[in-house]
């Protein structure tokens, strides 16, 4: 299924692609507070597998010795998955202040035209064989669904962002909004 958005319109095809049907519109709030915010983590299941495979490793490293530093792998190893866990979670997807920000990128809500929700065939297709070289792409594999917003900037020879997101109806909704609302950057 693709979700369609264009002037200012959310409408749900089918997957037969017959019957668009209205999506009801969120508004956001004059406040400057972030109208989406979402911090693409990882899943929770991970933790322990990352946390359990670093201790392995670490109880291998002095397998069968009985030196005093059997416990320096552990103070190495754990902190260190911890902190991998951290990193690959670290990326924020946020619509605020008129922009959409996804980790340090952001782009003025005007620039946006087109917002397609892309299911998981959709968005392994568009980032594959119709990938385009020159698109921002911010993708978690373990994020299912995805965003595709088309960029209309002529100083900027990027043609669409791919968002990895897991509520992509809600970021779609807070980029409508936010348009709505937000002054033209030309």
Same mark, same amino acid.
């Given at each position: ?10 409408c ?6 017959? +019957? ?11 406040? $400057? ?8 983590t ?8 990352a946390?359990? $495979? #670093? ?6 490293v !002095? %397998? ?9 792998? +552990? ?10 866990? !951290? ?6 997807? *946020? ?9 340090? /990128?952001?782009?003025?809500?005007? !620039?946006?035209? *087109? ?5 998981? *065939? ?5 980032l $594959?064989? %119709? /990938?385009?070289?020159?698109? !921002? ?8 669904? #995805?965003?595709?917003v #088309? ?8 043609? +669409?962002?791919?968002i990895?997101?897991?509520r992509? /109806?809600?970021?779609?909704r807070a980029?409508?909004?936010a348009?709505?609302? #937000?002054?033209s950057?030309?």
């Open positions: 299924m693709v979700l369609t958005i264009s002037s200012g319109s959310i749900d095809t089918d997957p037969a692609g017959a +019957y668009p049907r209205r999506v009801a519109q969120q508004t956001t709030s004059g406040t $400057g507070a972030p109208s989406f915010s979402e911090r693409l990882a899943p929770l299941w991970w933790w322990p597998i946390l359990g $495979g #670093a201790a392995v490793l670490a109880a291998e !002095f %397998l069968g010795d009985s030196s005093q530093l059997v416990w320096l792998p +552990y103070v190495i190893l754990l902190p260190a998955a911890a902190l991998g866990m !951290f990193a690959i979670g670290r990326i924020r997807v *946020e619509v605020s202040g008129g922009e959409l920000r996804v980790d340090d /990128a952001h782009i003025p809500v005007g !620039f946006l035209t *087109e917002i397609n929700i892309l299911d998981a *065939e959709t968005k392994r297709e568009l $594959g064989t %119709l /990938a385009d070289p020159l698109a !921002f792409v911010v993708q978690r594999p373990w994020i299912r669904q #995805a965003v595709r #088309a960029v209309d900037d002529p100083a900027d020879p990027t043609p +669409y962002w791919i990895s997101t897991r992509p /109806a809600d970021l779609a980029i409508v909004a348009r709505a609302t #937000a002054v950057p030309r």
